[in-house]
């Protein structure tokens, strides 16, 4: 044994430590609930629609008793919201702090696993000074109401901010608080740091693409390659919009000396559709995006100034929302449908089983599909999304297709995606809706392998 095999023991454990967490739910992924739309699903669908991803949490706007119930049991944490407008009552009354808690938190926990109550959204960017000079002392009575029932270190009490409660964040080393808001940010930051509770942001990369759409912005904001950006403050190198906004919260942070403060995305997301003159929203990009955002976090790589962890993120949102007020995308962002068939496929089915299909294909009679291939005609941007997802996929090998192996020549983008695809379509139960990807794919009976380069398949 020589003096590396520590090293490598050490890396094949924590892959596979990853690896049987990846089966299971990953508390640093979660969803937003919103429920402003008249078609929802029952509470109990919504509940097991959850448990058969691996996403570890949930957020909502307020505190839906049917909601909070469903989910009892689940192992899937659960942020609760008192609303702006409760505001103050909660900062003037400690009283209502504690009847807020015992109406809200004491009937469900335990056995709901509720962590975390926001109070208020976007308060100190929403322009009312008054909600703005008592949202801190609303924050400590219903902390202190935590207390009084003994779950003041179980659940931790914060609020959440826009990106606009900062002045600058590009480049991500100037981050900085808003001047006109530092005095309540200090005061807000103490008590989180003496409660241990986070700072969570709204970070958006869609709504930088819209005030900056150039080609090389959209590769920045949806993961996709691109040159990246030299911070010239301290120069790290960033590869996605994400980490730049996230990393310009921590800067400011550390800024007023609270680096400390952990920080979590309350809400990221992308639309799938808008109104003709809103720049950005598709399918295809809302899929990029959540999708490649998703296996951002599942790299466990961390932010070029916090490296090595992931931020706990809650993904914006797990519906549609048919009754929300604005442009046609505000009720777009939605993951899922509400029948419970998903929007597009992001991986977050716990397995292929559990996902429902986005455009069933059934082979025509007497033919064996034993291969997923692309469509004729399908684009290379497209094909190369392909590529990226099902080589990120845990289970599919795509050695074969790097340099030196059997199949990277031709060195395409339409052939390393096909064996790409095809080695999905195996791995994850040769069902007809693990040869879709956005309708590209199509189920052939014809075997593509070609000299050296083998396709698994065959009859099914």
Known sequence: MDATTPRFLCLYLLLLATTLRFADSQSFIGVNYGQLADN????????????????????????????????????????????????????????????????????YYPASNITLITVGNEVLTSGDQGLTSQLVPAIRNVQNALKSASLGGKIKVSTVHSMAVLSQSDPPSSGSFNPGLENTMKELLSFQRDNKSPLTINPYPFFAYQSDPRPETLAFCLFQPNSGRVDSGNGKLYTNMFDAQVDAVHTALSALGYQDIEIVVAETGWPSRGDSNEVGPSVDNAKAYNGNLINHLRSLVGTPLMPGKSVDTYIFAL????????????????????????????????????????????????????????????????????????????????????????????????SHAAFAMNQYYQAYGKNPWNCDFSQSATLTSQNPSYNACVYPGGST
Do not use: H, M
């Open 40 to 107: 929802l699903p029952p509470p109990d669908a919504t509940a097991n629609l959850l448990k058969s991803t691996t996403i570890g949490k949930i957020r909502l706007y307020g505190a839906d008793p049917a909601t909070i119930k469903a989910l009892a049991n689940s192992n899937i944490a659960i942020v609760i919201g008192a609303a702006n407008g409760d505001i103050p009552n909660l900062a003037s009354d400690p009283n209502a702090a504690a009847q807020w808690v015992s109406a809200n938190v004491l009937p």
């Open 319 to 414: 519906y549609d929302e048919d009754l929300k007020p604005g442009s046609g995308s505000e009720r777009a962002f939605g993951l899922y449908k509400t029948d419970l068939s998903v929007s597009y496929n992001v991986g977050l089915a716990k397995s292929s089983q559990q996902i429902p299909p986005s455009s069933p294909k059934t082979p025509a009679p007497g033919t064996v599909a034993g291969w997923c291939v692309p469509k004729e005609g399908a684009s290379d941007a497209q094909l190369q999304e392909n590529l990226d997802y099902a080589c990120s996929s845990q289970g599919v090998d795509c050695g074969p297709i790097q340099p030196g192996g059997v199949c990277f020549e031709p060195n395409t983008v339409a």
